[in-house]
Structures are given as C-alpha cells and as structure tokens.
C-alpha cells in the first residue's frame, strides 16, 4: 500500500505563487506515476498535471499550461506542483494520485491508485 500525503496549500492573492509538495510512504518502490488532480465545490475532479518516472514524460491540462510545473523527486518519492500566476478560477481542493502502470492514461482519474486527502488552495481577487 502507498500513503500520499499532500502539503503546501493556502490562500493567495490573485497573480501569487504557491508550491504544493505530494510524498509518498509505504510500498513506494513501484510507483510509476505521479499527478495532481484538483476539485473545485460543486464540481467533478479534473486533471491538473502528471509526470512519469522518467521526468521527460510531463502532461498539464490546458488552463495551467506556462502556469503551473510539475516535478519529482524520486529518491525522495515526492512530487511538486510549482502554481504561479494563480487566478481564482484555481481555487480548489488539490489531490495528488500515483500509479504503478506505466501505461496508464495519466489524464484520467481511473490511472491512480492511490490519493492523498487533498489540500485547499484558494485565490482571492
């Protein structure tokens, strides 16, 4: 089994930056891939960004593209999401997922196997 636990949320000004932090404990010997997955209330989990094990493999959904960077590191199975130009349309609960199949279809909710409990980011105007 694999523990995720996501830190680094917080409210922030609109234009603001925030760095979210996702690690891992347990059987994280297996882990494939790592993503964020954001849930706004009143609506469903969207996909946010994704990035393998090779870190060349990177996969942002299009309303955070040159906003937001995915990173990881390995040795310490943990995973970052870098938020700058923050807009209050961004104001959501902040999952981080990770899946041992490296063939998974990193975009959509059913790849992840395990979720952390989420962390509020909220931006005001």
């Known amino acids: 089994q694999v523990q995720l636990v996501e830190s680094g949320g917080g409210l922030v000004q609109a234009g603001g930056s925030l760095r979210l932090s996702c690690t891992a404990s347990?059987?994280?010997?297996?882990?494939?891939?790592m993503g964020w997955f954001r849930q706004a209330p009143g609506k469903e989990r969207e996909f946010v960004a994704a990035?393998?094990?090779?870190?060349?493999?990177?996969y942002y959904t299009d309303s955070v593209k040159g906003r937001f960077t995915i990173s990881r590191d390995n040795a310490k199975n943990t995973v970052y999401l870098q938020m700058t130009s923050l807009e209050p349309d961004d104001t959501a609960v902040y999952y981080c997922?990770?899946?041992?199949?490296?063939?998974?279809?990193?975009?959509?909710?059913?790849?992840?196997?395990?979720w952390g409990r989420g962390t509020q980011v909220t931006v005001s105007s």
């Open positions: 990035i393998g094990r090779i870190t060349t493999n990177k």
């Open positions: 997922a990770s899946t041992t199949s490296p063939y998974s279809q990193l975009p959509y909710r059913s790849a992840y196997e395990y």
């Open positions: 347990g059987r994280t010997f297996s882990t494939y891939a």
